[in-house]
């Protein structure tokens, strides 16, 4: 070895040795000097935030005996009793414990997939510290009132915060199970018509299995309603001068409620006949303003068709809808969110008469006999060029009369707001 290689040999031990020396802190120790550098407020709830990551982990949150990986709601009502409110909403059932400030969200088996604390102390939390301290959110799903901060934790855990936007702390928190979520009671969508090609009906078929999915893994999509003996006649594409005020008569003389799907260049035309439907107690409800497939469209041009609907209609009516059905069904996961930031879930069909296709009265009323079950929504039109669907429906609502289905809006169908 020469004089050279022992100076550098000699050079890098006294570097290692120095790097070693200036570097002896644990890390319990360099976590001690953090939380010295942290104001006392920011020190609880960051201690806070890690205990709620903690729990989440584990499928709780803030305490809760109940988790949403394998507790039953029926262990929580053995121990705290009835629930201080059960509701229907939405896809599932939440049962509300104010003096424990817990609700719980769960299935038709009655397996919890949602725990959701509204302890006080989550007010002291803000986004700031919750971004501190876990990253940048996952998701940050944004409507008209709040801002939910969405974290994904394993075996497939959400941990989400709810922020209003009017307030600077977190309102509740929710820890979520989408798997135990998944409505079980998902119907495949029925009708037929001789007027389809072959190689149309086979693509239709596909589009209906594919949208089935598709709902199914949406929290803020539907297909059809819960499994009661209740279903919905819906009617898109309106209003015009004459088949509108019809199918609006006949319900009336059934004392039937209708959901009708207008159009926001409709709207406009026919003021009337809205005021007429809304203040007969039917539901006036969005289906974009120009009826164009809203996937091929940009996000600027999908918010302009759903706010151009909403805002037509509010002027007629005083109130924007909260239901849209995008024309054709054509939806995807940007339009289903764009559509919930302005405040609206997305309503779709199980049973479609196809009035549209195989016009004739009678086989509008077998597309539904021959089909209905629990649930369902019935999809028809009410624009000028379908005059058969007002003629089919005397027929089709003394058919389910006899059958024993309720004919209700969607707002009872679902549970869901129909207006904002
Ligand atoms: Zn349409």
Redesign the pocket.
């Known amino acids: 070895m020469n004089k050279k290689s022992i100076l550098v040999i000699g050079m890098l031990f006294i570097l290692l040795t120095a790097c070693y020396a200036d570097n002896p802190a644990t890390s319990d120790q360099l976590q001690q000097r953090e939380e010295e550098l942290q104001p006392k407020e920011g020190n609880q709830a960051l201690e806070l935030l890690n205990r709620i990551m903690e729990q989440a982990k584990k499928g709780m949150t803030l305490g809760s005996p109940y988790n949403v990986l394998d507790s039953k709601i029926d262990e929580a009502k053995a121990e705290w009793g009835k629930p201080d409110n059960e509701d229907h909403a939405g896809k599932g059932f939440y049962a509300t414990y104010q003096n424990k400030s817990f609700v719980f969200g769960f299935n038709e088996a009655g397996d919890i997939f949602d725990v959701r604390s509204y302890a006080k102390e989550l007010n002291e939390i803000t986004s700031v510290q919750i971004e501190d301290l876990f990253g940048q959110p996952d998701q940050l799903r944004e409507t008209n009132n709040e801002e939910i901060y969405v974290y994904e934790l394993e075996r497939k855990i959400e941990l989400k915060f709810i922020i209003p936007k009017e307030e600077k702390g977190v309102h509740h928190l929710s820890v979520f199970n989408p798997e135990r979520a998944k409505n079980e009671y998902v119907l495949d969508i029925k009708g037929e018509s001789h007027q389809l090609s072959a190689s149309a009906w086979e693509s239709m078929k596909e589009w209906r299995k594919q949208i089935v999915s598709f709902a199914q893994e949406n929290e803020n999509v539907y297909i059809n309603g819960p499994n009661k003996k209740q279903v919905a006649l819906t009617f898109?594409?309106g209003p015009d001068g004459k088949v509108t005020p019809a199918i609006i008569d006949i319900l009336d003389e059934y004392n039937v409620k209708g959901n009708f799907?207008f159009l926001g260049r409709n709207v406009e035309a026919f003021p009337e006949v809205v005021k007429k439907a809304y203040t007969n107690g039917h539901l006036i409800l969005s289906?974009s303003y120009n009826?164009v497939e809203l996937p091929k469209l940009s996000t600027k041009e999908i918010q302009i068709e759903i706010e151009q609907a909403g805002n037509a209609i509010k002027s007629v009516i005083g109130k924007e809808p909260s239901i849209i059905r995008t024309?054709?069904g054509e939806t995807n996961k940007q339009v289903v969110e764009l559509a919930q930031q302005q405040g609206y879930s997305v309503v779709l069909w199980s049973i479609d008469t196809l009035d549209w296709s195989q016009k004739e009265a009678s086989n509008i009323v077998n597309n539904v006999m021959n089909h209905v079950r629990n649930g369902d929504i019935i999809l028809m039109?009410s624009d000028a060029k379908k005059t058969e669907a007002a003629k089919a429906l005397p027929d089709l609502i003394e058919g389910l009369q006899e059958k024993g289905f309720e004919m209700v809006d969607l707002e009872t169908l679902l549970n869901i707001k129909a207006y904002q």
Request: aromatic content about 24%.
């Open positions: 898109d594409d799907f289906h009826h024309p054709y039109h």
